[in-house]
């Protein structure tokens, strides 16, 4: 180390990139190259830029969110809402001698809504009637049809028991003759399917009535009906009528 300052020498930057355009010597020196300056400057983001962009992305994603919850809303399928706007008795007959059997017959009109967004085609029309908790008889409608979506359409089916014989209940059903009026069980369902897309799902709606017949007058007296799963009554204002005889 001198006392001196050391100093280190740069050659200047040519002027011309390419020494070699203009210069007259014919054998340049081969392991001389010519020297290229590149400057690289870091990227810049504006900072108003990136949060417009994450603002954008998620307004879209959450506009997607509720796009999916509307379409789900919407088109999720229900079973079909169905009430018992008219049931009629067409005959009731009772002979205790041997023993009790029951001749009786429903005429019965069912109402059934579809609550979907989408047309629903029902199979059938199944009814079934009981007394004390047995069943009587059992009926199935063969008539089909399709329901638009948000209508209602109306089925009608005749329920016919002859000459049941009432083994079990017998001590009970000789002492509702006694009092004249009978109670009845009936259940009342329709089975269809709904179409979405390439799929068919299968939906169902059961309604259960209590009937009080009176059978001396040959009249239905009372009747309470509710769904299968729900306990509010429907349609307690239900026509009632009796058929000629």
């Known amino acids: 180390m001198t006392g001196k300052d050391e100093f280190l020498s740069y050659s200047p930057l040519p002027s011309n ?138 089925v009608d089916a005749t329920l016919t028991v002859n000459g049941f014989e009432v083994i079990y209940d017998a001590f009970y059903l000789l002492q509702d003759i006694a009092r004249g009026v009978i109670p009845f069980d009936t259940d009342t369902r329709v089975e269809g399917n709904l179409g979405l897309l390439f799929f068919n799902i299968p939906l169902k709606a059961t309604v259960s009535c209590e009937v009080y017949v009176n059978i001396n007058q040959q009249t239905i007296v009372r009747q309470n009906c509710y769904p299968e799963s729900l306990g509010d009554p429907l349609d307690q204002s239900t026509y009632i009528g009796v058929a000629d005889t």
Request: charged share 15%; hydrophobic share 35%.
């Open 17 to 154: 990139p390419n020494p070699y355009t203009n210069n007259p010597n014919p054998n340049p020196n081969p392991y001389h190259y010519p020297q290229n300056v590149v400057v690289l400057l870091p990227s810049y983001r504006s900072p108003s830029l990136r949060r417009r962009r994450r603002c954008i992305l998620y307004s879209a994603a959450l506009f997607i969110f509720f796009l999916l919850v509307a379409a789900v809303f919407i088109f999720y399928p229900s079973d079909p809402e169905i009430r018992l706007v008219r049931i009629r008795l067409n005959h009731i007959g009772i002979r205790t001698s041997p023993r009790p059997i029951l001749d009786l017959s429903f005429s019965i009109t069912v109402k059934v809504r579809n609550r979907d967004f989408l047309s629903l085609s029902y199979d059938s029309l199944s009814v079934s009637v009981g007394y004390r908790g047995r069943q009587l008889g059992f009926v199935t409608s063969s008539a089909a049809g399709r329901i638009r979506a948000r209508s209602s359409s109306y």
